[in-house]
């Protein structure tokens, strides 16, 4: 994995502020560019399976987003700090336990991925740019792989 430059975290800190000033608001952006681009990932979360919308302020969706979120946050300053990303057993384990059990399969992550950069997006506006994007891009699939990596151990 290639490092992470001063500039690509710098634009992720400032991008993740934006992110969380409101980001119940956010977690349903997130949600509802997933599902509209795979409506199937519906029935990978409890809180949306069977149901024909997205609930607003609901705090499994916004937990459920943040997680996504803050992996992602941290990965790039890991990335930055150590030139990798990193997450620790038994944490790692569980995720990819997690997403095997769910039936989450490679093309998922590309979903959320797409789902992830468009909520970016959303959130810092006129702040946007392509390195911001492939700095959340750069980010993501660092701790994509890892996840995919342990769901193949498992």
């Known amino acids: ?41 519906k029935d990978l979360f409890p809180f949306l399976k069977g149901s024909n919308e997205i609930p607003k302020n609901n705090p499994q969706l916004e937990a459920q987003a943040l997680k996504v979120f803050k992996l992602t946050f941290e990965s790039a300053i890991q990335l930055r700090e150590k030139g990798g990303v990193v997450i620790a057993d038994p944490t790692l384990k569980q995720l990819s336990s997690v997403h095997v059990q769910k039936g989450v399969i490679d093309a998922h992550f590309e979903v959320v991925k797409e789902a992830l950069l468009k909520t970016v997006k959303e959130a810092v506006g006129a702040k946007w740019s392509e390195d911001l994007n492939n700095a959340w891009a750069k980010a993501y699939d660092g701790v994509a792989a890892l996840i995919q990596k342990g769901m193949k151990e498992i």
Do not use: N
Not at 15 to 40: C, H, I, N, Q, R
């Open 1 to 41: 994995m290639v490092g992470f430059s001063e500039k690509e975290e710098a634009l992720v800190k400032s991008s993740w502020e934006d992110l969380t000033k409101t980001f119940p608001e956010y977690s349903f952006y997130f949600f509802t560019m997933l599902v509209g681009s795979a409506p199937a990932v």
